[in-house]
């Protein structure tokens, strides 16, 4: 019998006991497990508050086994956080819904949707950067930022980062990859039944169907791109799979986002894409192109309403004379305002 | 000490609640691995390193191994020699260090046999016979190289490290606690010697560090009018001069997942440096903007210098077509010149592929390179091979038995030319290991062998690439916390274009 399980009767005691008075998850202490770290370090190694860290491992943890609702919840709420921003993004994009929310929440422009990697980049930042890339489908660049969290991470080793390893490698078919990081995980507690449900000839079916979708989100024609150059990667992964709605989302969310409105409009459907965004992002570029005119609003299908207040914010602007309260009380989620108002944190 | 008695609860408190935790986590993690789990590693050979059929130098390390399947019960290892009769048993079989050197030296020229017995979990049997050629060709006792994850661009904790052969001694050479985190570029020596070698530590207080004479200088190979600074090159093997490209090196990523990065330039042109008189030469024939020039190298007898060109194209975009071809210029030592009239030794439209990283055997027959597709950083490229060209024969060696279905490439020759090194990506396809074969003078080249390892899990178990391997025929004059004051006290000497 394992030391582990001899103590069990006195575990499950202490547990319960414990249970009692603080049922919440600590991502932290489950991270700091992993990392055998003291708190100090963490700061250290992880460049954020320990509250933040917190937060920011519960959100990377509750990603990577793809616990969406958990991550919303996670979200809710006004945090100005690019992280936060970036996970919330993600979680809605994986509800159909990124558009629709888009301007309820904070955004930090592109570093919303795709993580850069930089000399400020945190630890944390930099373990976020594979979430999106795998959902998206972009296994290289998933493969990429899962090994540099792997790198930038104490003693350059973590769980999560293995598990996404492996899971790239699987979704690739590149299985002698993807063993070496399921033996390295199988020797980790608490890994055995996710290394046995992905080991190669045995998956389960939950595993099998998640390998299959994730296959067919897999690019099928080549490009060679540099980092950053977002727009080209989520374009190739739509001319291989243009029913990949989640890259669809982010084409057109990411032009919004860093204020690209030719792009916009160059990658815009509007007989597929439906949002309230998408239309009030069409009336700004017709009136900067001086097209606002019934052809125009009948192809891009802009409803009567929105653009009866695309009219009533242009006349409060007036009114204001660019004041930005007035502006944000009524129309603060609109993208209008974001397009005014929001502006780069170059610090 | 006086604790007052609420701080004392609350620690008390903080001492039950960590128990707790621990144990909570104890208890789940025994929860969720309930059922332990074995996983096989490198289906594809029984034992690993895959040692059976290799040939082995008499110097070298003991081959510690493991054998790999699931599901082994018990293990039994037996090695002879003529009377000699070595017994492992075990999964692992690791060797003790005088045994092994006796076994070596008593079978140099001969064959060492191995019999494996594996008793599986269901009852079956499994039995291997195999050998080991112990060659009477003793390889240089030093190979150093970079530490790396395969992460592409972006560099943390990187360190080159020299690793004895014949053991398994290691010693930083240079390495990111003394660097401030410098990223740092692969140890090159001239025909394997330990006198004269050359690396680069990135950044601000960087440099190119040249070990030569027994002195290590920190140069700026660096003027205006040069495209960069130097990046791939070689030393002549006089000592005086270095041959090198200077090169403006983009990385790009492939959205196919099987090459995955591609490195080229967007300019690059050679140039000679002359380490003293501090100067920087720059052949206007060697450096055009209607081509990229780049991996020069010095023959054997360093009077003629060996270097890669193709036309320049728009990059990335056409990057598949971008095709190197191998030339050839004379080189002066006496006055530095290059020649005005390179040959053509390798033509890349006649073989419709690229060529790269040329090294030419210190006893001057061979040509060793690694051929791709396309481009001219293949170490993601799982066609790139090395092959070797007989220099005076100009005959091609295709060298089938070290290649892979991998990246295998960035070799180096041992000083007696009967043993090379290369980095392969062969197994897992990500991380880059060091493997070692023999060539015999007629261009036969054995089976490769990686770089024996004390524990013999260590490749399952590390996630970073062995980069640029080289062979050295001694140990390093210097190390991390010598280059580390260096880089951060000693001022790079400057270097001069010379009119």
Known sequence: ?347 | MVIPIGSSINMLKGILNKIAVSAFVLWFCSACGGATVEVATNSDTFIYPDYAGVTVPVNIAPLNFHYTAAGIKKAATTVRFNDTVVEFSGKDVVWDMQQWKSLLVSAVSDTISFTSELTMKGGGKQTYEWEVYVSPDKIDPYVSYRLIEPAYEVWHEVEIRERCIENFEEKALSDWKNTDNSCMNCHIHSQARSDLSMFYVRGKKGGAFLNRNGEVRKLALNAEGMVSGTVYGEIHPSGRYGVFSSNVVLPGFHALGSQRMEVYDTASDLVITDFDKNELIIPPHLSRNDVFETFPVFSADGKSIYYCVADTLPVPREVDKLRYSLMKVSFDPKTGKTGSRPEVVWDAQQHQASICHPKCSPDGKWIMYTVADYGTFPIWHTECDLEMMNLQTGEIVKMKAANSDRSDTYHSWSSDSRWFVFASKRGDGKYGRAYFCHVDEHGNVTKPFVLPQEDPWLYEDSLRSYNIPDLSDGPANFDAEMIGRMVKETQAEIFKISQ
């Open chain 1, 1 to 347: 019998m394992s030391p582990i399980k001899s103590f069990s009767p006195f575990i499950i005691f202490l547990f319960l006991l414990m249970s009692c008075s603080d049922n919440r998850t600590s991502y932290y202490r489950t991270w700091q497990e992993g990392h055998d770290l003291t708190d100090s370090l963490m700061v250290d190694f992880y460049g954020e508050e320990n509250d933040g860290i917190e937060h920011a491992l519960g959100l990377i943890l509750e990603a990577i086994d793809g616990n969406w609702e958990k991550v919303e919840e996670m979200t809710r709420g006004s945090r100005k956080s690019e992280l936060s921003a970036y996970y919330h993004n993600l979680a809605m994009a994986m509800k159909g819904c990124l558009a629709d929310s888009l301007m309820y929440y904070y955004q930090p422009f592109g570093r919303g949707l795709f993580m850069p990697i930089g000399d400020e980049s945190t630890q944390l930042k930099i373990a976020a950067r594979s979430e999106a890339w795998y959902r998206l489908g972009e296994m290289t660049m998933a493969e990429h930022a899962a090994m540099l969290a792997q790198s930038f991470s104490p003693g350059h080793y973590g769980v999560p980062y293995l598990k996404r390893l492996a899971e790239v490698n699987l979704v690739t078919g590149q299985e002698e990859a993807a063993m070496k990081y399921l033996r390295l995980l199988s020797e980790e507690p608490g890994c055995g039944k996710w290394v046995s449900d992905r080991m190669p000839g045995q998956q389960s079916d939950e595993v099998k169907e998640h390998l299959k979708q994730m296959r067919t989100l897999v690019p099928t024609q080549d490009v060679v791109h540099s980092q950053g150059q977002n727009r080209i990667i989520l374009k190739n992964l739509l001319a291989s799979n243009p029913d990949n709605q989640l890259a669809r989302q982010y084409l057109l969310c990411f032009d919004l986002l860093v204020k690209d409105l030719n792009s916009f409009i160059q990658d815009y459907d509007p007989s597929r894409d439906r949002s309230r965004l998408y239309d009030e992002a069409v009336l700004i570029y017709l009136a900067l192109h001086n097209d606002i005119n019934p052809q125009s609003l009948s192809h891009f299908r802009i409803s009567n309403e929105v653009f009866r207040d695309f009219n009533d914010y242009d006349h409060l602007s007036v009114l204001s004379k660019g004041a930005m309260a007035p502006m944000q009380k009524k129309y603060g989620n609109t993208y209008w305002f974001f397009y005014q108002y929001a502006q780069r944190n170059t610090k």
